[in-house]
């Protein structure tokens, strides 16, 4: 529930909805557990020469489960998404 690193790996922009989205989950007593089941790397790009672009497709598990109780409020298995990673070397990061 700890989101502090995401900002050393993401936009600002993306690290602002992903933590507004986890706080809105967790205002409603809910929290979120997850695990990367599988990964498939389908695309790998380099358009300029500190930028690579990588498209996955992912498989994840995830349960939302009330902070209170901990019973199960929803449980998915086997969610696939489909992302686009866009990384950019910045310094020696």
Known sequence: ??????????????????YNHMAAIGE????????????????????KKNKAVVSTREVWDFVHTDIN??????EEKDFVY????????DSDR
């Open 69 to 74: 109780t901990n019973k199960k409020i929803l």
């Open 28 to 47: 409603a007593n809910i929290k979120m557990n997850s695990q990367l089941k599988k990964i498939d790397f389908i695309d790998l790009k380099f358009p």
């Open 1 to 18: 529930m700890n989101m502090n690193e995401l900002v050393q790996v993401a936009t600002i922009e993306h690290a602002t909805k992903v």
């Open 82 to 89: 489909e992302l686009k990673y866009v990384l950019i070397k």
